[in-house]
């Protein structure tokens, strides 16, 4: 009879970072990368960020895969439908061991971005760790169903989250968008705001800057 078991093991897993951390920082950024990125390319889209007063720390999904025939362009991706509750779980292991490698206890800011599938990671690590953040970047990504309003009740009224994307994002129908939309004011309240930028699917530097100023 074929049977599907679990078992329990110890992983090793990589992250990049962005600049040095001391007493001169001011915000730290924790930036979880879209589908087919590997984080230490991912975190070139932030190189242009004040290098003092910017941390930047990009967790790397541990699903790796060839993106071409020639098995030469390596991609990544956090998360498949395939025992999700399961990878999530590992998954939050994980950033929490480089969050707490990388930041522990300090007076700094917090961002948290996700971009593309990142968004559903990083809202989930929000959402089941409790994390507390001054601002929380959605860039053209969904936000995970089973997320409740009640799932963000520990964010400061203060808090801000931004729901960015390209008006001309290939990805992200009129429906979708409205649907996000819609979606982030109910999980968010009077903390979203709503922004949009004439592109497509891409990083969007120039709000990142804008972003580090908040």
């Known amino acids: 009879m074929n049977q599907t078991k679990t078992v329990f093991y110890t992983a090793t897993n990589t992250f990049s970072t962005l600049n ?46 060839y993106q071409d025939s020639k098995f030469k362009l390596v991609g990544a991706s956090w998360l498949t439908r395939e025992n999700t509750a399961l990878e999530i779980d590992n998954l939050l292991n994980y950033i929490d061991a480089v969050y707490k490698s990388e930041i522990g206890a300090h007076n700094c800011k917090l961002f948290v971005m996700g971009y593309s599938q990142g968004v559903s990671v ?63 004011k ?15 699917h891409e990083v969007n530097k120039k709000a990142l800057e804008k972003y580090a100023a908040l």
């Open 20 to 65: 040095t951390y001391t007493e001169k920082t001011k915000n730290i950024w924790m930036v979880f990368h879209g589908m087919g990125y590997l984080s230490r390319y991912f975190i070139n889209y932030f190189d242009s960020l004040d290098a003092d007063e910017n941390y930047i720390i990009a967790p790397q999904a541990p699903s790796k895969y």
């Open 122 to 184: 990083a809202t989930r690590w929000i959402a089941r760790r409790k994390i507390v953040c001054d601002n929380l970047i959605l860039h053209s990504g969904g936000v995970p169903n089973e997320l409740k309003p009640e799932d963000f009740d520990h964010l400061p009224p203060d808090s801000k989250v931004i729901y960015l994307y390209g008006n001309k994002d290939q990805y992200l129908t009129k429906a979708r968008k409205t649907e996000q939309e819609l979606l982030g």
């Open 186 to 200: 109910k999980l968010f309240k009077n903390r979203l705001k709503v922004e949009v930028f004439d592109g497509i």
